[in-house]
């Protein structure tokens, strides 16, 4: 399996960012899909998370109400679509594929898409 993350970039606070992972190769052995993000100089930490059929979801309480994880109808492709983000949202953002049959399996980790949100 392999991940491709896109779609960091510069906001304003109270503007919207749409981010993107694509899943390719043995996408079968997904069980779910997680971001995580590390903020300068901090730890890295969980955003948010689904399962591969959409059907068990969850966030860190930070991003409730505002950031909405995804999976685009029958495809690879998984979205984390931020909305009304803050300064402190501004981290290296990473999508990660958990590789198994339950949430403590082995997780691949993609490469990081940088979001900066300015005040």
């Known amino acids: 399996v392999q991940l491709q993350a896109s779609g960091g970039g510069t906001v304003q606070a109270g503007g919207s960012l749409k981010l993107s992972c694509a899943a390719s190769?043995?996408?079968?052995?997904?069980?779910?899909m997680r971001w995580f993000r590390q903020p300068p100089g901090r730890e890295r930490e969980f955003v948010a998370a689904?399962?591969?059929?959409?059907?068990?979801?969850s966030y860190t309480e930070s991003v409730k109400g505002r950031f909405t994880i995804a999976r685009a109808n029958a495809e690879n492709t998984f979205f984390l679509q931020m909305n009304n983000l803050k300064p402190e949202d501004t981290a290296v953002y990473y999508c990660?594929?958990?590789?198994?049959?339950?949430?403590?399996?082995?997780?691949?980790w993609g490469q990081g898409t940088l979001v900066t949100v300015s005040s």
């Open positions: 190769g043995r996408t079968d052995n997904i069980y779910g």
């Open positions: 990660t594929a958990v590789l198994g049959d339950n949430w403590a399996s082995p997780t691949l």
């Open positions: 689904t399962s591969w059929r959409g059907d068990t979801i």
